[in-house]
């Protein structure tokens, strides 16, 4: 499990369903009364089942299982399905339906009762969870990663690079002497991982390692990977020319069999070859 992987969509999600729980052993409703006889009336909580046998099953179980269930998926491969629903959907369903039972239970307490302090914290969790669910698909500030990416690594010789890898605009310094941002054995006027190499494969042309022709339907999308892994030059080389660092989201430009084809932040295009369980942006 990578918390990487999360956005700050699922952190609004969790964030609801701690609320939740934390308002499940509250009182639910408070007595409108005065005088010394409000002092003996114990008012139940969610987890009293035998005075409030429904708001446990229809405002706090269905808003933290859907909250699980939404973040959970971020650790399954996709397409998993549970019946027709996948589990981002069927979490989508569970938050959406504490929202319905929360009201539905205001509307079914006595004229003498009103809300409690943990209907009014639950309140907050089924909206937060249910809003976040139904929204970070479709707002680019909830599809950010949740955990800021790793910052600068040690250069050669325990030197410190200005920008690390997924800074865009950092210099790279290259190893034994080489100059920021020129690969190890590439010459001065020589070009560069990602540019068009003499008699080599063109930009929109597939290379070896590519795995078949590009796919004519397919639509760029950004996406972050799970965990480090490597990027192979477009030629077949084998030696990786970047590394796919988790919590920093890349462009997949084409699509060729099972492998993508990556664009890193400072314009190097190479093969991704193990895109399982990538995270789509």
């Not at 010459?187 to 540019?195: S, T």
């Amino acid at each position: 499990m990578n918390i990487r992987s999360l956005t700050r969509g699922d952190g609004a999600v969790i964030g609801a369903a701690v609320l939740l729980f934390i308002a499940s052993f509250l009182e639910y409703f408070s007595a409108d009364c005065e005088g010394s006889y409000c002092d003996k009336i114990d008012m139940p909580n969610a987890w009293d089942t035998d005075k409030l046998p429904l708001i446990l099953a229809t405002v706090f179980l269905p808003g933290i299982l859907g909250a699980a269930a939404l973040v959970g998926g971020r650790f399954l491969p996709e397409n998993r399905k549970f019946g027709s629903l996948d589990l981002s959907q069927f979490g989508i369903s569970l938050t959406v339906f504490s929202v319905w039972g929360w009201f539905w239970v205001l509307g079914s307490s006595s004229d003498r009762t009103s809300v409690g302090a943990g209907a009014i914290l639950a309140l907050f969790g089924v909206l937060i969870a249910a809003a976040a669910a139904l929204l970070t698909p479709m707002i680019p500030f909830l599809k950010l990663p949740l955990a800021p990416a790793a910052g600068p690594r040690p250069g050669p010789y325990g030197q410190q690079q200005p920008g690390g890898y997924g800074y865009p605009g950092g210099p790279q310094p290259g190893p034994y002497g080489g100059q920021p941002g020129q690969p190890y054995g590439q010459q001065p006027g020589q070009p560069g991982p990602g540019q068009p190499q003499p008699g080599g494969p063109q930009p929109g042309q597939p290379g070896p390692t590519a795995g078949g022709a590009p796919d004519p339907n397919f639509q760029p999308f950004w996406f972050a990977v799970p965990m480090a892994r490597p990027l192979f030059a477009e030629d077949g080389s084998p030696q990786p020319i970047a590394e796919l660092a988790p919590g920093t989201w890349y462009l997949a430009v084409e699509q060729r069999g099972q492998a993508l084809i990556a664009q890193t932040q400072d314009g190097r295009r190479g093969v991704l070859q193990d895109t399982s369980n990538i995270q789509r942006g």
